[in-house]
């Protein structure tokens, strides 16, 4: 197939078949009769100065060589997975008594066990968390009561933290399995245009349904999934400390030299397990900060001008980075359009936030994390695990303010930055656009739940991150119009955006350093960051098992 980029649509240009033929056959300058099949590769936005929807097209020709020679570039193959490439021999070679193990159902988890049971292997998933139907309802109890579950909750179950977020699919990684990894998430429920949107996302609506599905389809590979089963240790060969099977919280203990570790970035007691079976781990950088939230339509009329009003332009996000003077980096991340923030915590005592949007991101409210970089240097003593501690004492600080009920400290951008200057250039403009600024923020309403408290966030965060918070958040304003509003609200504490660990693994064969046969993966282990780059993670460690078991 030919790859023809920038194939354009203006804003309310409808995307039907026939615009799409008469466009590329002017691009390709050849008859329509010629184009036998494409596809829609990516979507981007160009709003800088009218919104331009540009495309890229993977297109099959009847004669592409007319084409090729006036400079046009073959398509990459599709990535062929592991388990197509094999033979029925090779099937049959696969040490099928020595079934995975995997630890673990978040994306990393997800996908190496689908992977492994496409190959003809029968793993089996142990997941401390409830299944997410059940999970859902342990969750919404906890939003509406305060009364948390420690196994089960929005950073542990079927789906993993993912679950309950914005179901972002954007990766800054470069791989040909991202490809599979969508194509498997469309076929189980996900929408069709996440195989070619340019920040594709599902919603935790619709992912929720699409995790379900994927976990029927391993299971009717062969798979089995142990919902409520917690690893409590490791089964170690004396002789050479490789991995011979794990010993599970009901008691049983299952052989495996294959153990795969997709534990996410929360796991605290197995992250103990490990340092405690001395595992090669090392500290490694993470983040720390607060959510801030804005009214949509702002966030919409800033980044899209008078267009912000047209449907076919959705929720708008943004993405803000900053320098401190001190060298600080601040940054947005997890953006939620037309979202929620969200109870987090999954240990007692301590509390966390995070954000949360559904597929259509119709609700009033955007919101984001604001982070500031914690380094390995800013922490304390040598233990491997102190990035944990530290991230245990900032959210027991947020549990305190908020007065130990799972109530969230905010503080108002205004009283938080202890600014008072006037906004009405900044009204002007968005009067301009249609939009009524007082209007907007005086209309809007913090969303954490189960209940909110106003404190001083100074007295939660430490002092290196408070200072830069107060610095960056008006140099944010200067990049839209409002965002450094008082009336803005700041939710603590975002602690858990990446794990402060790294579960050190060999390049090539993706095991353990120390313990041949444990796999560390995903998030968790400190290798992606996100939903498809676990995915795609997973797939590479169920690929490298499957050429290990035919060795």
């Not at 179901?167 to 070619?196: C, F, H, S, W």
């Not at 320098?323 to 301590?350: D, H, I, K, L």
């Not at 918070?469 to 990049?479: A, D, H, R, W």
């Not at 009336?487 to 990446?498: C, H, P």
Request: charged share 25%; aromatic share 8%; with cysteine.
């Amino acid at each position: 197939m030919i790859r023809v980029n920038e194939i354009k649509f203006k804003l309310g240009e409808p995307l039907v078949h026939a615009a799409i033929l008469s466009k590329l056959s002017k691009k390709l300058k050849i008859k329509k009769d010629m184009i036998l099949k494409y596809n829609i590769i990516r979507e981007s936005i160009d709003a800088r100065k009218e919104v331009v929807f540009s495309y890229v097209i993977d297109v099959d020709l009847a004669d592409e060589r007319d084409c090729i020679k006036r400079g046009f570039k073959l398509a990459p193959l599709p990535f062929l997975s592991i388990d197509k490439s094999l033979t029925e021999k090779q099937r049959d070679e696969l040490k099928k008594e020595q079934m995975p193990v995997v630890i673990g159902f978040g994306p990393a988890g997800i996908f190496a066990a689908l992977q492994l049971a496409k190959a003809g292997l029968k793993p089996i998933v142990l997941e401390q968390g409830e299944d997410v139907d059940s999970r859902t309802i342990t969750v919404e109890k906890f939003w509406d009561t305060g009364e948390l579950n420690t196994q089960s909750n929005v950073q542990f179950g079927e789906g993993g933290a993912g679950t309950f977020s914005d179901g972002k699919l954007t990766t800054r990684i470069k791989d040909p399995r991202i490809e599979m990894v969508m194509e498997v998430l469309v076929r189980n429920g996900a929408p069709q245009n996440i195989i070619y949107k340019n920040k594709p996302h599902i919603g935790t609506d619709l992912l929720k349904k699409t995790v379900k599905n994927i976990r029927l389809e391993i299971e009717s590979l062969g798979g089995e999934i142990r919902f409520g089963t917690e690893v409590t240790d490791l089964v170690i060969s004396v002789h050479d400390n490789s991995i011979k099977g794990v010993v599970c919280s009901d008691g049983t203990t299952l052989s495996s030299s294959y153990v795969v570790a997709a534990v996410g970035h929360s796991s605290r007691k197995f992250y103990e397990l490990l340092k405690s079976r001395n595992v090669a781990m090392e500290r490694k950088p993470f983040a720390i900060g607060l959510r801030i939230e804005h009214p949509q339509v702002i966030i919409n009329a800033s980044q899209y001008g008078n267009n912000h009003v047209h449907d076919d332009l959705g929720a708008a996000e943004y993405k803000l980075t900053n320098r401190t003077s001190n060298g600080r980096n601040v940054y947005s991340f997890c953006m939620c359009p037309g979202g929620e923030v969200v109870a987090s915590a999954s240990e007692e005592g301590r509390l966390v936030v995070n954000g949360m949007s559904y597929y259509k991101r119709d609700l009033y409210n955007a919101n984001s994390a604001l982070l500031v970089n914690v380094d390995p240097s800013d922490l304390e003593g040598e233990c491997v695990l102190e990035g944990i501690a530290f991230q245990r004492r900032l959210e027991e600080n947020a549990y305190r303010a908020g007065g130990e009920d799972y109530n969230a400290p905010i503080e108002t951008v205004g009283e938080f930055c202890g600014q008072n200057k006037s906004f009405e250039d900044v009204k002007s403009i968005y009067s301009k656009l249609g939009v009524n600024y007082d209007q907007a923020f005086d209309a809007m309403k913090a969303t954490y739940r189960p209940g909110i408290k106003s404190v001083k966030l100074k007295e939660v965060l430490p002092s290196f991150a408070f200072e830069a918070l107060v610095e960056s958040i008006p140099k944010f304003g200067q990049k839209i119009k409002g965002f450094d509003d008082p009336r803005a609200i700041l939710t603590g504490i975002e602690s858990r955006s990446s794990a402060p660990v790294r579960i050190l693994r060999e390049s090539e064969t993706m095991s353990s350093f120390s313990h041949r046969g444990l796999y560390p993966i995903g998030e968790g282990a400190g290798y992606s960051g996100g939903i498809t780059s676990s995915a795609v993670d997973g797939v590479k460690v169920a690929e490298q098992i499957i050429i290990e078991m035919l060795k």
